[in-house]
């Protein structure tokens, strides 16, 4: 996320607009800190991170500017196709503060994903983070994260959690507080330290997978289209350049390993359970075991269908 605002900041001067970074002076570490004062994580349910490190500081500053004699405009990003939360933005509204109010327009409300990586790979360019995996461009480590997102934590990261979790944990006598609250089977408690979650996580994300992958991208082109089918892969960490994409789809080209559990993923997501269930028709496992003796597969690999 600092890389994004880094080349913000470059591209802002174009334009020469003054770029600002605000922060809120009791946490000087932001999360980190946050975390130690509370003697707790934020979750779901309390987000202490999202009013305390972004939304106060940004509307105490808003305040500052109108109490200075400017008018205070916040333009904001939310889609209403992101999620049913967000399916009722409206296309501006009045944001009341203490005293004072001020109003707040969403100018790409009716984008549609499509809209806005099209735009991006057309203008800006499209942020280094989705490449990297990420679905999102925002808190390096958030505790919402997918598990794709969690495996590509980094070494140091991981050693600064656990710092963190060492910290908090001296506040509770029967469980172990946790950044990541996972409950499952492998965490039937819900408690997942990092160095567990993160070992889980890459498990999960480490698997290989059978080739039915040219089937699955024709089908799901032919069902949302190919350019929409194309941008859904930025949030999977890989976008293909136009022409080669064309000849995936088209089975001119085979599919790049990397690619290949991406199309696993989105399969669940956007085709229907029996669109599904004819991809599996076209070919028996074994049959495609004994055209490779390199390809080795995981029956697990079938939980995502």
Not at 126 to 154: A, H, T, W
Not at 269 to 279: D, G, H, P, Y
Not at 284 to 290: F, G
Request: proline content about 4%; overall charge neutral.
């Amino acid at each position: 996320t600092i890389q994004e605002i880094e080349t913000i900041k470059d591209r802002l001067q174009e334009f020469d607009i003054e770029f600002l970074s605000l922060s809120n002076p009791k946490y000087p570490n932001g999360m980190t800190d946050l975390i130690k004062s509370k003697k707790a994580f934020p979750t779901r349910m309390i987000k202490t991170c999202t009013q305390l490190l972004k939304m106060i500081p940004a509307v105490e500053y808003y305040k500052s500017l109108n109490d200075s004699g400017h008018k205070v405009i916040n333009l904001v990003g939310k889609r209403r196709d992101e999620s049913k939360d967000r399916a009722n933005t409206p296309d501006s509204e009045n944001y009341p503060y203490r005293d004072w109010s001020f109003d707040i327009y969403y100018p790409i409300a009716d984008w549609t994903e499509t809209d806005v990586y099209s735009f991006l790979d057309e203008s800006w360019g499209i942020p280094q983070s989705y490449f990297n995996g990420n679905k999102r461009v925002g808190c390096d480590e958030c505790f919402q994260s997918d598990l794709k997102s969690i495996s590509l934590m980094s070494e140091d990261k991981i050693i600064k959690m656990q710092d963190v979790e060492l910290e908090v944990s001296k506040s509770y006598k029967d469980k172990i507080p946790t950044f990541f609250f996972r409950r499952n089977s492998t965490f039937p408690d819900g408690f997942a330290p990092i160095r567990e979650i993160v070992n889980y996580a890459k498990e999960k994300y480490n698997f290989n997978y059978f080739t039915f992958h040219t089937r699955a991208l024709k089908k799901m082109s032919e069902k949302i289209g190919q350019k929409a089918l194309r941008y859904k892969f930025i949030q999977s960490g890989y976008l293909p350049d136009k022409t080669n994409f064309s000849k995936y789809v088209n089975g001119k080209l085979s599919v790049p390993q990397n690619m290949q559990f991406d199309i696993e993923l989105l399969t669940s997501k956007i085709l229907n359970a029996k669109e599904r269930s004819e991809l599996l028709k076209f070919e028996k496992l074994e049959e495609i075991q004994s055209e490779d003796i390199n390809l080795s597969c995981d029956c697990e690999s079938y939980n995502l269908l």
